[in-house]
């Protein structure tokens, strides 16, 4: 047939591409891969995709099933095999489908959870990605058979473990100021004091990563917090400027951009990835699922370390000049520890005459260690981790006191009051079940 293309004007041609480009751009996401990764109580999903779009998560009832939408995009044909080994645990299936606004992902389950979504920006190799988390808690039939673990968790009183770190050391005396004052001695006679203290407050445990003048690698002090179980990495310094008008104290914390870096390097290094990270094995999850979960290890980390150098910092304001009113963040080395919240304090410019002499001072020195003492304790009272005795205590001031009456029985009141029997013998240290009449028995938060 002979077709006359004549009549065809600029303007078909225009509407014809237009709408080419725009039924493009409709799908121009794919979701290219789905991951999944879980711990007791909890399951994570992890959509990737290879360009950001914006998505939409809730939740259906009769059945239990999460439905995520994924704006603009399609489902790679290739990565649809994968849902066939996502389901396990709460999740009994993943199913999907193509609509005009994107795609559609069902996830069954087989009961009721609390599910929350976020976006992960570029990495990387990696793409965007949504992580979608379901949390579900433990199953009835095992919180019954669990009172003994609560026993022991209620009972946990461990120190806060604080590694303090003096900078520089042996070959390397840090920054020389005036009168000859030098950086690893100041910082030294600081860390001592600032170690005494703690070791003065019940509930902390202070470890030195140097007690002499000696030099340590970088990442050796890291480890010296790991292989303590620190919960806190103190670095002390003091500083040094080419203008000697420069002077204040100052707390840093890791940045963000410092974070990037170190997750490269941790999940580059093969040994490294047999780590725990808050308490997640590394080494059995594929670069993918390592990398989201030492992301969030790490957000919840540098978190917690600005908390804490916010606290200590309000404490220095009483005794130092301030060089920055907040906490400052960039990518020291000795900060970078994805699952120890650590935060470096500098106490003070050398180059500065004035400072210099105060930081020469062993009385200012112990003032200055006191106040970030006082900072450390403070913060771990209002967050104070688990299994410690600052947390111990604080469940013990929020405990209720029940009296007992006639006819009581301690399985009695631990059922009305939602605690098992062995935690309730343990708060008030009864060795028997055995009560009296009159007796005020202690009940602790459920």
């Known amino acids: 047939m002979n077709v006359n293309f004549s009549f065809v004007t600029p303007y078909f041609f225009f509407v014809f591409i237009v709408g080419f480009l725009f039924g493009e751009k409709a799908f121009a996401v794919e979701v290219v891969d789905i991951r999944i990764a879980q711990q007791e109580g909890e399951t994570r999903l992890v959509f990737e995709l290879d360009k950001s779009t914006e998505h939409r998560l809730f939740s259906l009832s009769n059945p239990d099933?999460?439905?995520l939408d994924v704006t603009g995009s399609t489902f790679s044909s290739a990565s649809q095999e994968a849902l066939k080994k996502l389901p396990?645990?709460?999740?009994?299936r993943v199913r999907f489908a193509q609509r005009d606004s994107g795609v559609r992902f069902v996830l069954d389950l087989a009961?009721?959870?609390k599910s929350k979504s976020s976006t992960l920006s570029a990495s990387g190799k990696f793409g965007p990605r949504i992580l979608v988390e379901l949390e579900y808690g433990a199953d009835k039939a095992k919180e019954v058979s669990v009172p003994k673990n609560l026993a022991a968790i209620s009972n946990s009183k461990r120190d806060v473990v604080v590694v303090i770190d003096a900078g520089h050391g042996g070959k390397d005396p840090g920054a020389i100021g005036k009168y000859k004052v030098r950086e690893?001695?100041?910082?030294?006679?600081?860390a001592k004091e600032l170690a005494k203290d703690l070791a003065s407050i019940e509930g902390f445990k202070p470890v030195l990563t140097r007690s002499s003048d000696v030099y340590l690698p970088l990442r050796q002090r890291s480890q010296v917090a790991r292989s303590s179980n620190a919960d806190l990495l103190i670095s002390i310094h003091a500083d040094a400027f080419t203008k000697s008008s420069a002077r204040g104290a100052s707390v840093w914390a890791l940045s963000l951009s410092g974070k990037t870096s170190e997750m490269g390097r941790w999940l580059a290094e093969q040994e490294k990835s047999a780590e725990l990270v808050g308490g997640i094995s590394l080494d059995d999850k594929d670069q993918l699922l390592a990398e989201v979960l030492l992301d969030m290890s790490m957000n919840s980390t540098i978190q917690f370390s600005l908390d804490i150098g916010t606290s200590v910092l309000s404490k220095m304001d009483n005794v130092v000049k301030l060089h920055k009113n907040t906490v400052q963040q960039a990518g020291f080395v000795v900060l970078k520890s994805p699952d120890i919240p650590s935060i470096l304090i500098e106490t003070g410019f050398v180059s500065n005459a004035t400072e210099a002499k105060n930081l020469g001072s062993y009385a200012y020195r112990k003032k200055l260690a006191a106040a970030i003492a006082k900072g450390v304790e403070s913060s771990f009272l209002k967050n104070p981790p688990d299994g410690t005795l600052l947390a111990?205590?604080?469940n013990r001031?929020?405990?209720?006191?029940?009296v007992v009456s006639k006819g009581d029985t301690l399985s009695e009141i631990a059922k009305k009051n939602s605690v098992s029997v062995s935690r309730l013998r343990s708060v008030n240290s009864l060795k028997d079940d055995v009560i009296w009449i009159g007796q005020k028995l202690r009940i602790p938060s459920s």
């Open 88 to 92: 396990s645990g709460v999740l009994q």
């Open 392 to 394: 111990w205590k604080q």
């Open 65 to 67: 099933r999460v439905v």
């Open 397 to 402: 001031s929020r405990s209720k006191v029940y």
């Open 184 to 190: 690893k001695d100041i910082v030294l006679s600081i």
């Open 111 to 113: 009961k009721k959870v």
